[in-house]
């Protein structure tokens, strides 16, 4: 009798303790899957069975980077991974990869060229950011979500203009004909581009889209650009002539952020882009107004408020193409400088934004969202602890309890 109890008594401290052990085992698991490996030059970490690469530590001028380390597959590229290869040229990525990161490519002064691979289906915001140098994003033919057109980076229909690369030294471009958006900080710092042409379906210019492009100084927007986001021409100090075609058009309030001091808006009397001057006090220019009166203010431009949400996908209207002429200013064909700007108010990225000037303020915010996850992680784990012990206990009472009556059954049968 006494033997059987005891097999009993074990029996059910065993059951009570199983929650906890098969806790403890996942959580070992888990620390297994998301502990930093290296490989060689490339630091890792693996979960799910896949590995994401957070930095490279080489001084080669070509990487292309393995498919698989230690034999699992390479899935994702971090944001940061490749930042500050000061000697990288040129790299190759590898048909496993699926995610690149933003800024995972930043601050690569000497990368001229990045060829994607048919395996990538998602491409951050600003993941060439600060790469001044870089000329051309080759993409795989056959790519289903990304492409190129001599070097340009769009979404695979084309519909999306993506990245124009830095590094170019072209002093005019042709935006394709199929362009509806042109995205987040596209052609940021793009200090040799003088002209731009628009075709006619244009219809969105997003966040800082032309940021920081110093040499663009006069610019007509086609009928059909109906929407112009937060910092889309910031800091364009010597843009001087916008004219705007849609008189119904949306403009974020930052639109022309540190805008060059005789910046003119030109449009249709009546109109959104009348109303946007007059409320952030630029100049303007009736063009259907026989007499051109101007409207002239004082006091600088308002840069603190929001922009409007984005429609991506709306529907192209019909309309002129439009080209944007810079005249040749006196820099000799020399590099412009930069002139130590800083950089324009920061926006929300899922995204992304901007220049590496104010990184601290980026870097703030990441550090608070990675906060508050942390927080939400620690939340459930508490929460998992407590039904863990709710549920130890309650098996090990209602195992006592049961015993109990087994034993009280047996005496009084006996």
Known sequence: M?????????????????????ASANEDIDNIQT??????????????????????????????????????PVHTIEEGAFEQ??????????????????????????????????????IGFDAFIDCSSLENIKVNSNNKDFSDVGGVLFNKNKTVLIAYPKGRTQRTYNVPKS????????????????????????KVIDSHAFSKSE????????????ELSIGAFSYCE??????????????????????GRELTI?????????????????????????????RTSKKTASSSQRGYVIDPNATPGQGEGITIQVPNNQNNGSRPNNGGQTKPPSINNNESQTSSEND???????????????????????????????????????????????????????
């Open 2 to 22: 006494k033997l059987i109890s005891i097999k009993i008594i074990m029996i059910l401290i065993l059951i009570s303790l199983s929650p906890i052990l098969i």
């Open 35 to 72: 502990q930093t490996t290296s490989f060689g030059e490339i630091d890792y970490f693996v979960y799910g069975g896949k590995a994401t690469v957070i930095s490279v530590h080489s001084g080669n001028y070509s990487i292309t980077l393995p498919s698989s380390l230690n034999r699992i």
């Open 85 to 122: 290869s000061f000697n990288l040229e040129t790299l190759t990525i590898p048909n496993s990869v699926e995610i690149i990161s933003g800024k995972a490519f930043s601050r690569c002064p000497r990368l001229g060229t990045i060829n994607i691979s048919s395996s990538v289906k998602n």
């Open 179 to 202: 362009v509806v958006t042109i995205r987040n900080s596209a052609f940021f710092e793009t200090h040799w581009l003088e002209t731009v042409k628009f075709e006619n379906n244009l």
């Open 215 to 226: 040499n663009l100084q006069e610019i007509t927007l086609p009928q059909n650009v109906n």
């Open 238 to 259: 010597n843009l001087e002539k916008i004219t705007i075609l849609n008189e119904k058009i949306k403009l974020a309030n930052d639109v022309f952020y540190r805008h």
């Open 266 to 294: 030109y449009g249709m009397a009546n109109s959104t882009a009348q109303k946007y001057a007059d409320k952030n006090n630029i100049p303007f220019i009736a063009i259907n107004n026989p007499n051109n009166q101007t």
């Open 360 to 414: 601290t303020s980026e870097e703030d915010v990441s550090l608070d969202d990675t906060s508050s996850e942390n927080d939400d992680t620690e939340r459930n784990r508490n929460v998992m602890m407590m039904i863990i012990l709710g549920t130890t206990f309650l098996v090990f009472f209602t195992g006592a309890f049961i015993y109990y009556i087994i034993i009280n059954l047996k005496k009084k049968k006996g």
